[in-house]
């Protein structure tokens, strides 16, 4: 018989409500009921439990690049992770190489189940099916268009490990692959992109349900020529991510983006590059140079972003600097990426999940989290 553990926190933030002094039960890895005190009892009044983070777009940390990734790497970008209270990511992949993509992918399905920290989720490709005239921080010579020959072979076998590919719907073929990866199990995000409101709605109907990084590459609003932004405006059934990093998005379009689009269909993303953790300098996204100052990462002699260097842990303490409650908060970062995954079991506190919980203090700081119902302090 599995031991029950049991954790009293100051806060508990549920699918439901916010508990105050309330103990968690935990048995195995799962979440048994909230209440009660078993023998095995830890107080942690002073600390806050949250749902583990869980980043769907991320491209590295800590010198780890995705674009030059092995499973050394990527056991240790999950290791990196889960200290500051991410415990489930996906891998992200600018637009490469065929060989490069493949690599990569067979990577991570190859990884999945041995890692040690936040579990990896899959894979994601960011391209190279996206708009050359909204490519950002993507080499142009790599990009394609999507063809009956190029990607059904590569792609849609790959179910097993492939969750999110970014595609810009106004592109020749576009469509038709939008329905064919929403039919193979893998998430379509509207992305990098100068698609209009029509083209958007096409792209939703033919079963995208996931924006990318939401101002950033895409045309501007412009009130009387809508586009993918009043889209995601007015769809609310579609799912946008957002960079809290102030950085690609200021203070004041974040909360216009909560009060418009809400935080039940807004997922924070961070976007981060391996320079995330490093110290200023030159560093490469992809084939692109990158250079890092301060918090801003541009493609090097040109004002272009290129990733980020947030982590969720700081996402979260900057959108409650702004003024945005934990739970909220937790929404955006817990529970709606979870269900653009379809993972049922993650991204709530609630009876019969998976025990993922991240653990912080009242600033928001990480102080540890439960990984799969194992207690880890920082």
Known sequence: MELTDSYRFSLIYTHEKTLAEKSLEISGDTIQRIGGRHSNYFDFRDRIAVPGFIDIHTHGIDGIDSYE??????????????????TGFVPTLVSAPEGRTRRFLNTVSRTM???SGAEILGARLEGPYISPEKKGAHDATLLKRPSDGDYKLELLHR?????????????????VMIRDLYEAGIMPSIGHTNCDYETAQMGFNNGARLITHMYNAMRAFNHRVPGLIDFAFLENRIYAEIICDFVHVSPEAIRMAIVNKGSEKLILVSDSIHATGKPDGIYKL?????????????LVDTDTLAGSVLTLDKAVRNLNSIGIGL?????????????????RDLGLIRKGNKADITILDKTLKVKGVIKRGKLVEF
């Open 69 to 86: 990734l092995n499973k050394q790497s990527l056991k240790e970008w999950s290791a990196n992770l889960l200290e500051r209270g991410t």
């Open 113 to 115: 189940g041995e890692e």
């Open 159 to 175: 179910g097993n490990v492939l969750r999110i590919l970014d595609i810009a719907p106004e592109l020749k073929g576009a469509q």
């Open 286 to 298: 992809g084939t692109l140079s990158v250079k890092k100052q301060g918090e801003r990462c541009t």
């Open 327 to 343: 739970k909220a908060i937790s929404k955006m970062a817990s529970t709606n990426p979870s269900k653009v995954l379809k993972r």
